[in-house]
T-cell receptor
Framework: NAGVMQNPRHLVRRRGQEARLRCSPMKGHSHVYWYRQLPEEGLKFMVYLQKENIIDESGMPKERFSAEFPKEGPSILRIQQVVRGDSAAYFC???????????FGSGTQLSVL | KQEVTQIPAALSVPEGENLVLNCSFTDSAIYNLQWFRQDPGKGLTSLLLIQSSQREQTSGRLNASLDKSSGRSTLYIAASQPGDSATYLCAVLYSGSARQLTFGSGTQLTVLP
């Protein structure tokens, strides 16, 4: 049973470009969460999705950031017009139930030049 | 404000020693509390999850306790090994917070051979 798969592991973008981060949850998991870990800071919640629905996006910046979890395929976190402050590790997690144990992926390290 | 605090920020012990990591939270209304370990450049591995109605959970050399009334949890590691070296994160799912885990900033543990 493969774990939560995130790709790419490392992503380098120049200011103004778009970043697309992908997450495939564990088999049988329909709840997906995105967290961000800024340098020298703890993990912060961004968004919670179920298939085709955004349930809670209260932790996601209102501009430039969007997330989706389509019926088929991985969850996507999209950051438009990236800035240096977006440089961070972005972690995806999934769970079988809404308040169940979370399983995390290895993260995507985004570096904005 | 619902927060999670971990003390100490860093801990170094000789191999074989038993140790305790501390986590405190500001609101006793929680669904559950989860302990993770994070290795450098990698994702989070779930160690133990304690439901609100439970007092402790055990897995191998690890034991986690929960005291909601005092807002505290401890992670006890018996007979520490160099392979235990990692950052240990405590995360709380507060009631009413939808599905957002609130993370502490972690304790960086080094076990010296």
């Amino acid at each position: 049973n493969a774990g939560v798969m995130q790709n790419p592991r490392h992503l380098v973008r120049r200011r103004g470009q778009e970043a697309r981060l992908r997450c495939s949850p564990m088999k049988g998991h329909s709840h997906v969460y995105w967290y961000r870990q800024l340098p020298e800071e703890g993990l912060k919640f961004m968004v919670y999705l179920q298939k085709e629905n955004i349930i809670d996006e209260s932790g996601m910046p209102k501009e430039r950031f969007s997330a989706e979890f389509p019926k088929e395929g991985p969850s996507i976190l999209r950051i438009q017009q990236v800035v240096r402050g977006d440089s961070a590790a972005y972690f995806c997690a999934s769970s079988r139930e809404a308040q169940g144990k979370l399983f995390f992926g290895s993260g995507t390290q985004l570096s904005v030049l | 404000k619902q927060e999670v605090t971990q003390i100490p920020a860093a801990l170094s012990v000789p191999e074989g020693e038993n140790l305790v990591l501390n986590c405190s939270f500001t609101d006793s209304a929680i669904y559950n509390l989860q302990w993770f370990r994070q290795d450098p450049g990698k994702g989070l591995t779930s160690l133990l999850l304690i439901q609100s109605s439970q007092r402790e959970q055990t897995s191998g050399r690890l034991n986690a306790s929960l005291d909601k009334s005092s807002g505290r949890s401890t992670l006890y590691i018996a007979a520490s090994q160099p392979g235990d070296s990692a950052t240990y994160l405590c995360a709380v799912l507060y009631s009413g917070s939808a599905r957002q885990l609130t993370f502490g900033s972690g304790t960086q543990l080094t076990v010296l051979p």
